[in-house]
């Protein structure tokens, strides 16, 4: 037997409600300092193109200055079940 995933529907007035609280609490979160200071998406004041940078300047000074670094990409979007 194969497993398969369950694809749900929603109505347009549930998924305005959804996208309304996301955005109230990434306010809330944001104002209260409890985001990691990585996050860069949906963020007022900062962009992916801005995290890209810091990341290749991160990787330029590691390897200027022969410090040892990893970095560690973990996509649990992918992750179901």
């Known amino acids: 037997m194969q497993r398969l995933r ?11 409600h ?4 996301a955005h109230i609490l990434m306010a809330y979160a944001e104002q209260h300092d409890l985001l990691a ?15 890209c940078l810091n990341k290749c300047l991160m990787f ?11 970095l560690c990409g973990n996509d649990v979007n992918s992750y179901y079940d």
């Open 6 to 16: 369950i694809i749900l529907l929603y109505e347009a007035d549930f998924n305005g």
């Open 18 to 21: 959804n996208k309304r609280m």
């Open 37 to 51: 200071p990585e996050q860069y998406g949906s963020r007022k004041d900062l962009s992916a193109i801005d995290h």
């Open 60 to 70: 330029d000074i590691s390897r200027q200055t022969r410090w040892p670094l990893a």
